[in-house]
């Protein structure tokens, strides 16, 4: 039987490219967490990756690593989803018609492609392998021994309805995700099921972020114990020397915070959740989508622009009842969209609730004043900073002056918000990387108009029964 250790050093296989001196690491880490015996100069590379002390004696049931960027740890996903696809046999295991699948799970779309490229070009590079395929697209393997490696993008809803052999999380600490404040856990709790019929291994890789998360939990935990979750650590450099020290030192000397997380695979501490989800949780409405505009009320509306190729168009409409403000409406345009005919819809809606005056985000500048004008609406800059609008928003949150409606992709964005604390010691507040927070900065936004004194609201024209007020 092909190891994994013969994998990477035979000449016949992937010895030429995992088998030299830079592999080393990459070597003791993946034959300790199949429970292969390591080499006496090996168990100084273990000791340091895992935290443990004694040498492997068994297989492990899971493996997390917190590997810094250019690490290797896409190349060595390849290696893993090729090893689980390529050198395993399930046949005695599934029923007539059954694949068994090694799905690899990236961020998005651009990412999962490129550890795919990765796997294609393994197989491509052995006449072996290359044999086994039947079926190839830019997402999937079909090979001839009723295994198949597809990738995704991370969500729960792609892992149902498989028979999994082995899955391969791929920078699991910047998933993100419109429908879920969690989608790490939720994916993760939905993969364990599918892989219940052959019993394969979760492989989780990334470099490490903030202190929360599947990544951080898995971290916390179990680092340094012993057991069959394996979790390891180390800095680029240790998986990849040939990673000039240079590009580490200018990291450094630029912004030591995040290279320290990039590099030298720490988890960040000037990065903390900004909202927490019991709270959100506790001043929505349940199965609230949408309230209708009535005459008694006073509406204000505040919209986040975009020009349609990039970031979603936001409209949210509140209005107060004496200390409590509620959240009336809220839109959301995913790109791509023309900005002209967003503009006319939010026009339209803004009016339903006798709005002829929207604040906008102050960062849109006079692109998006022009639009609303024609419209016959007036466009005003917001007067603070979205970070500002923020720091605003969550006393409002916390005390439950706010009433939200039931929206996951605003749920999703207001948990995800992250505190970051600059070397100057100054807040801000903002999405993580890789995330959105369009709607949510139009939710807080709207709360905030209706959060002003009456003396600073901004005007409104309120009609009843078709004549001004």
């Known amino acids: 039987m092909i190891t994994i250790r013969d994998l990477m050093t035979d000449p016949a296989l992937f010895g030429d490219q995992f088998g030299g001196d830079s592999f080393k690491a990459w070597r003791t880490l993946l034959a300790g967490f199949y429970g292969l015996e390591l080499a006496e100069d090996e168990l100084p590379h273990w000791q340091e990756l ?23 740890k896409s190349q060595a996903a390849a290696l893993l989803a090729v090893f689980h696809a390529a050198f395993m046999d399930y046949s005695d295991r599934l029923s007539p ?5 090694v799905m690899v799970l990236a961020a998005d779309r651009k990412q999962a492609r490129s550890v795919f490229r990765y796997i294609s070009g393994l197989f491509h590079s052995n006449a072996m392998l290359e044999r086994l395929i039947t079926r190839e697209t830019t997402e999937s393997l079909e090979l001839s021994n009723r295994a198949a490696i597809e990738v995704h993008t991370a969500s729960f809803r792609a892992v149902r309805g498989y028979t999994v052999a082995c899955c391969i999380a791929d920078e699991i600490a910047f998933w993100r995700s419109d429908d879920s404040a969690n989608p790490d856990r939720e994916v993760v709790s939905a993969i364990r099921p599918a892989m219940a019929t052959l019993t394969g291994p979760l492989i989780a890789l990334s470099s490490p972020y903030s202190r929360r998360g599947a990544l951080w939990d898995a971290y916390s935990r179990y680092y340094g114990k012993e057991g069959s979750i394996l979790v390891a650590q ?101 790109p791509p969209f023309s900005p002209e005919s967003v503009v006319l819809e939010f026009c339209n809606l803004l009016k339903k609730y006798r709005i002829d005056t929207v604040t906008g985000d102050r960062y849109a500048g006079e692109f998006a004043r022009e639009p609303f004008r024609k419209q016959g609406i007036k466009y005003e800059l917001a007067p603070k900073p979205r970070s500002d609008l923020y720091r605003d928003l969550l006393p409002l949150i916390n005390s439950d002056r706010v009433e939200l409606l039931d929206n996951k992709q605003l749920q999703s964005e207001l948990v995800s918000l992250e505190r970051r604390t ?3 010691g100054k807040d801000s507040i903002d999405h993580p990387p890789g995330g959105h927070d369009d709607l949510a900065n139009a939710v807080a936004g709207a709360v905030d108009c209706a959060a002003l004194p009456p003396f600073e609201m901004p005007k409104v024209t309120i009609r009843m029964n078709g004549e001004h007020a």
């Open 422 to 424: 600059s070397r100057a």
């Open 50 to 72: 895992t935290g443990r002390e004694s040498a492997p004696e068994a297989v492990h049931d899971e493996l997390w690593l917190a590997i810094g960027r250019r690490g290797g």
């Open 234 to 334: 180390a800095p680029s450099r240790t998986m990849n020397p040939t990673l000039p020290e240079k590009v580490v030192r200018e990291a450094m000397e630029r912004d030591p915070a995040a290279a320290k997380a990039e590099y030298m695979a720490e988890f960040r501490t000037d990065v903390e959740t900004f909202i927490s989800l019991e709270a959100v949780e506790a001043c929505t409405a349940p199965d609230r989508l949408e309230l209708p505009p009535l005459s008694d009320r006073h509406y204000f509306g505040f919209v986040d622009p975009s020009g349609g190729s990039k970031d979603a168009m936001t409209l949210a409409i509140t209005h107060r009842e004496g200390d409590q403000i509620i959240l009336d409406v809220v839109r959301a345009v995913k």
């Open 97 to 101: 018609g059954e694949v068994a699948t």
